[in-house]
């Protein structure tokens, strides 16, 4: 990974036992684990995917976490979201898992936002995000509406973050990240799925079994694990944007051509992977060579009413 001087530090003894299989691996290292430490991952939704993702996060040493859901857990969440349990029915996703993660991740600092998204809430935990300059930063789309996912699309691109998207619905899972710095030419969200794009598939009207939903979150994890030791720690040039820049290490975890600018699909019923090249749409009104204005507006009018419901 890539060496810093806040990375000079050592691991206390207690932290490099608990990351040992993470730092014997020669991609990832001491320097990787304490990059890890100075992250921050934000992840809308506390669904399926990402109360799981939520997880693997925090328990790999990721330094903090901002759950972002107004839900409150019901009855039918339990078969595919094992963070809660019977005696967490009726009370808010965000609070139960900040509670939880604090006994599996006592490293992780942990914030919880237990409401919808809307423009107002959303700008404050973008702020937030952003408030944290010497923090590598990254955002988990977890969500399971289009209308939410465009809003949080919009201000990754707005605010320069990585976006690391997935979904499943029945047996089609979905996967790719958004990062205009390092690969713009990759486009957005929007380039994939136009804000007119209808789709009637989800899990409350589709049906999803839970090994299938953990598969995406794992891998949604995974992608997002590796952007993050792919990432340099924000030098105070950076600061002043809020963005982030990004380096190759001499032994990669993986090449960012690989992560980013792909579009994955996973088939649950035939356990088969399909991926695909994604390009950016020169006309796309959110990362195209569209006035920017008209980025702020839209994205003003999407969120005058984006209930976060429905999610995995």
């Not at 699909?265 to 006309?283: V, Y």
Request: hydrophobic share 40%; charged share 15%; net charge neutral.
């Amino acid at each position: 990974m890539i060496t810093t001087q806040a990375q000079a530090q050592s691991l206390a003894d207690k932290d490099f036992i608990r990351y040992s299989r993470q730092i014997f691996l020669p991609e990832v290292g001491e320097a990787g684990q304490l990059q890890l430490k100075q992250t921050h991952v934000l992840i809308v939704g506390l669904g399926g995917l990402g109360q799981l993702a939520a997880q693997y996060l925090a328990c790999a040493g990721v330094g903090r976490l901002t759950l972002v859901d107004g839900d409150r857990v019901e009855l039918s969440n339990l078969p595919r979201q094992l963070l809660f349990s019977e005696d967490d029915i009726g009370h808010h996703k965000a609070h139960i898992a900040k509670l939880k993660l604090a006994v599996l991740a006592q490293g992780c600092e942990i914030d919880a936002v237990a409401e919808h998204l809307t423009l107002e809430s959303a700008n404050a935990v973008f702020l937030n995000l952003l408030a944290h300059s010497k923090e590598t930063r990254l955002v988990l789309d977890c969500t399971d509406n289009l209308a939410a996912r465009h809003c949080i699309n919009r201000l990754c691109i707005e605010h320069n973050l990585p976006l690391v998207s997935a979904s499943i619905a029945a047996f089609n899972g979905q996967l790719f990240a958004v990062d205009q710095q390092r690969f713009p030419q990759g486009g957005c969200y929007h380039c994939i799925f136009p804000s007119n794009t209808r789709a009637p598939q989800n899990c409350s009207s589709q049906g999803v079994l839970g090994p299938s939903v953990g598969v995406m979150a794992s891998m949604q994890a995974l992608l997002a694990m590796q952007l993050l030791l792919l990432a340099t720690p924000p030098t105070s040039a950076t600061q002043q944007t809020g963005n982030q820049s990004f380096e190759e290490t001499s032994q990669p975890i993986a090449s960012t051509r690989a992560l980013l600018g792909r579009f994955w699909r996973f088939d649950a019923k035939s356990l088969q992977w399909h991926s695909a090249a994604l390009t950016r749409d020169p006309e796309c009104e959110v990362c195209g060579l569209k006035p920017s204005s008209l980025m702020q507006s839209t994205t003003a009018a999407s969120f005058k009413s984006v209930p976060n419901r429905g999610l995995l």
